[in-house]
């Protein structure tokens, strides 16, 4: 099994890359996050992988952290979620983020990631919740939202930006007190035109 590929980063294309080990170009799926990470093609690359194996596949996942690995490895013990879905998932969010959106069973805020509905973040609430602690020390309480930063959050992507692009610009603006959806909305949107 390859759990670990240290090479020279050959091609990129979101969500998957190939790395050149010593004249063999392996193609590795990558989450988002790890994708933000790498170096320019050309340049040295390590990633954790995870080697799946079925019937009719075989595919590697990678990632640029063991804690990330792990969080995949957790996700995929989530009956209903496959490795695809998992790699959705870890792009949507860092992983401490992740955590602590578990820990603190807030699904509602998993629904804004591609692929889960209310069933599967109900789940992987359910089924992850109290199996994370590995990761507890490191993970923080996420910031508790206004409902109008909610709104506006889905609404930027059901118009299609990445939930951490989002977020990212949401947490620019600061608090939503004071402030009507519309001029909350715009804000958002000029800061993700930058």
Do not use: W
Request: net charge neutral; aromatic share 6%; with cysteine.
């Amino acid at each position: 099994m390859i759990a670990l590929l240290r090479g020279i980063l050959h091609a990129t294309t979101p969500g998957r890359v190939i790395v050149d080990c010593h004249g063999v170009g392996y193609e590795v799926a990558v989450s988002m996050n790890t994708f933000t990470e790498l170096p320019e093609p050309g340049k040295e690359v390590m990633l954790f992988i995870f080697t799946y194996v079925r019937e009719d596949q075989l595919a590697l996942f990678g990632f640029s952290s063991a804690a990330e690995k792990a969080l995949f490895e957790k996700l995929l013990s989530v009956s209903g979620i496959g490795p695809k879905l998992a790699v959705n998932v870890l792009g949507g969010m860092k992983p401490l983020d992740l955590v602590a959106t578990l820990r603190g069973g807030d699904a509602m805020r998993l629904t804004r990631m591609p692929g889960v509905g209310k069933k599967i973040a109900e789940r992987m609430v359910l089924e992850l919740k109290d199996k994370l602690n590995e990761f507890a020390v490191a993970a923080a309480p996420p910031r508790v939202r206004h409902a109008l930063e909610e709104d506006v959050l889905s609404a930027l992507v059901n118009l299609g930006y990445q939930p951490q692009a989002a977020e990212k610009a949401m947490e620019k603006l600061g608090p939503a007190e004071g402030r009507t959806f519309e001029q909350l909305f715009r804000a958002a949107l000029g800061e993700l035109a930058h």
